[in-house]
């Protein structure tokens, strides 16, 4: 069991990590951090907020993820991000609007 587990880690880890896996990797760090700077936030403020920044790392790690999944030829993965994308330059848009009309 044990030659089986360290045989799955190196194949996956090891003989498959090329730019396209640190590209990958990049993009879930983008990800993850916009969950951060929103943690930090709102824990700053004593309330549940949405900073800027975190739309800011959702376009950038849903984008790389994006080009990631269509290198992967991923079809669940391309429609998720790519609905996500929408969603966060949307989100953006919106943002840009309300501080204009202020």
Known sequence: MTSIL???FHNVF????DSWVVLGFAAQLLFMMRFVVQWIASERAGQSIIPLAFWFFSIGGGALLFVYAIRQQDPVFIVGQGLG???YFRNLRLIYLGRKKA
């Open 6 to 8: 360290i045989e799955w």
């Open 14 to 17: 090891v003989e498959q990590f």
């Open 85 to 87: 994308l929408f969603i």
